[in-house]
């Protein structure tokens, strides 16, 4: 499958999933997305279009506890971050939004990490 294939694959998966799930300010959309080189999380209220907290691979505290911010230790340590972040602030429950990536790997290991945090989706 050639590179432009693959991605306008998964821009059709996120579409198809985007048309079902909405954050709110209560329950907001956990966006994950990720590159060769990062992994990205970010709570989003679509309500009122605005990101209540986000981060990456590429934060500070997080970078300097990884080798490689694009394996799935990154996506752990990211998954497990944005929850401590999202309980701190006093969210427990989100909509989970894979931005058309396949359900596997890393998308998985940030899932699964931050279910283990205490958000519950």
């Given amino acids: 499958m050639k590179r432009k294939e693959k991605v306008e694959s998964r821009l059709t998966r996120k579409k198809r999933i985007r048309k079902n799930i909405s954050g709110t300010m209560n329950k907001p959309r956990l966006c994950v997305y990720k590159s060769l080189k990062a992994m990205y999380a970010q709570l989003i209220d679509d309500e009122h279009e605005k990101v209540i907290t986000g981060t990456s691979t590429l934060n500070k505290e997080i970078k300097a506890q990884l080798k490689s911010g694009g394996n799935i230790e990154?996506?752990?340590?990211?998954?497990?971050?944005?929850?401590?972040?999202?309980?701190?602030?006093?969210?427990?429950?989100?909509?989970?939004?894979?931005?058309?990536?396949?359900?596997?790997?890393?998308?998985?290991?940030l899932a699964e990490s931050a279910r283990e945090a205490g958000l519950k989706f």
Avoid: Q
């Fill in 74 to 109: 990154g996506a752990k340590k990211v998954g497990e971050y944005i929850g401590k972040k999202a309980i701190s602030i006093g969210i427990t429950h989100v909509v989970f939004d894979r931005n058309g990536f396949k359900y596997h790997g890393r998308i998985k290991a």
